[in-house]
C-alpha cells in the first residue's frame, strides 16, 4: 500500500468529516510531493477538491470547497488531513487521494498532475 485514504462515512448534512491519506512503503514518500484530493460521484466525472504544496506553503481548492474545506499536511505523520465542515449532499462521492508527480507544466487542478493514487474512501451527506 502506498497512498491509504481513510475517514469516510455517513453524515448528515451541515456535518463535518475528516479525510486522512497515509503514505506508507519503504521507497515510497511524499515528503517532497504536493498531495491532491480528488472525488467521484456515481456517474459522474472525477474532479479536483483540494491539494496541498509539499511544504504546506500553499493550498488549492475547488470552489464550492472555499471556507468549508480545509486541507493540511503532517510531514513527520507522512499524513495529508481534509477537513471537511458545512457537509451538503452533493459532497456525496468517493474520495481519492493522490500524490503530485513532477509534472510543473501540469496545473494542480488536473488529475493529469498526479502520479500515484489512493483507493479511496465513500463520504455520503444524507439530507
Known amino acids: 500500500v502506498q497512498l491509504q485514504a481513510s475517514g469516510g462515512g455517513l453524515v448528515q448534512a451541515g456535518g463535518s468529516l475528516r479525510l486522512s491519506c497515509a503514505a506508507s512503503g519503504r521507497t515510497f514518500s511524499i515528503d517532497y510531493n504536493g498531495v491532491g484530493w480528488f472525488r467521484q460521484a456515481p456517474g459522474k466525472e472525477r474532479e479536483f477538491v483540494a491539494a496541498?504544496?509539499?511544504?504546506?506553503?500553499?493550498?488549492f481548492y475547488m470552489d464550492s470547497a472555499k471556507g468549508r474545506f480545509t486541507i493540511s499536511r503532517d510531514n513527520a505523520k507522512k499524513t495529508v488531513y481534509l477537513d471537511m465542515k458545512s457537509l451538503r449532499p452533493e459532497d456525496t462521492a468517493v474520495y481519492y487521494c493522490?500524490?503530485?508527480?513532477?509534472?510543473?507544466?501540469?496545473?494542480?487542478?488536473?488529475?493529469?498532475?498526479?502520479?500515484?493514487w489512493g483507493q479511496g474512501t465513500q463520504v455520503t451527506v444524507s439530507s
Open positions: 496541498v504544496t509539499w511544504n504546506a506553503e500553499h493550498t
Open positions: 493522490a500524490r503530485r508527480g513532477l509534472y510543473p507544466r501540469i496545473s494542480m487542478y488536473d488529475a493529469g498532475g498526479y502520479d500515484y
